[in-house]
């Protein structure tokens, strides 16, 4: 079982469509939480952090639930320069490990006219 | 402020030679990472240094070889490329290693091995 799981998409969606992403993650230990963003032939960005509470920036909106090992992403009022692969990561710190960011597959999103 | 550079952004090479791929960054950051970027299996670890002359094997080392002399650089060698290696490699720095620290990613070297 991968440590981080995805539904690889593609999702394709309208402008101004809702959008929602899922994840899960397999190891209890994980004690931080990201969504990268990486446009096509490009590398990895930051998109926001996950925090327990949830946050929000912007159209962008972050969920963790540790109880189920899951993480969502929801993106509001979707535009064009939406259109990329979404990266569900994870930090895993295990003893004197440093902290492990295991990356998901993707989600691939295309936003369209 | 060049940030994090990698080169070079594209190789081509045969079997059994010898690549050393370049990563630099400017923000004096202590730790650095290189991965690899395949269809099917995201983004893995191969290795990583938390300072100067300080590293160690991630998810998929065989075939690498690290060093880091100085904080800011990070080069990767493969000692006898194979066709299994033809990947995108990213290069990423990040100021420490825990809670929410952002980890920054170079352009990346896209490597063909024939």
């Known amino acids: 079982r991968k440590e981080v799981e995805q539904d690889p998409g593609p999702f394709n969606v309208p402008e101004g469509a809702t959008v929602a992403f899922n994840c899960t993650y397999s190891?209890?230990?994980?004690?931080?939480f990201f969504w990268y963003r990486q446009d096509c032939r490009k590398e990895p960005k930051l998109l926001m952090s996950?925090?327990?509470s949830g946050n929000e920036d912007g159209r962008f909106t972050a969920q963790l639930n540790r109880a189920s090992q899951y993480i969502s992403l929801l993106i509001r009022d979707s535009k064009l320069s939406d259109s990329a692969t979404y990266l569900c990561?994870?930090?895993?710190?295990?003893?004197?490990?440093?902290?492990?960011?295991?990356f998901g597959q993707g989600t691939i999103l295309t936003v369209h006219p | 402020d060049a940030g994090i550079t990698q080169s070079p952004r594209y190789k081509i090479t045969e079997t059994g030679r010898q690549v050393t791929l370049m990563c630099h960054q400017t923000?004096?950051?202590?730790?650095m990472f290189w991965y690899r970027q395949d269809l099917g299996h995201g983004l893995r670890l191969i290795y990583y240094?938390?300072?100067?002359?300080?590293?160690d094997k991630g998810e998929v080392p065989d075939g690498y070889v690290v060093s880091r002399s100085k904080t800011e650089n990070f080069p990767l060698t493969l000692e006898s490329a194979t066709r299994s290696q033809t990947s995108v490699y990213f290069c990423?720095?990040?100021?420490?290693?825990?809670?929410?620290?952002?980890?920054?990613f170079g352009p990346g070297t896209r490597l063909l091995v024939l």
């Open positions: 996950v925090y327990s």
């Open positions: 990561v994870v930090n895993i710190i295990t003893g004197t490990s440093y902290g492990k960011l295991t």
């Open positions: 923000w004096s950051h202590s730790y």
């Open positions: 190891n209890s230990a994980s004690q931080s």
């Open positions: 990423a720095s990040s100021l420490t290693s825990g809670g929410q620290e952002t980890q920054y």
């Open positions: 240094s938390a300072a100067a002359d300080i590293t």
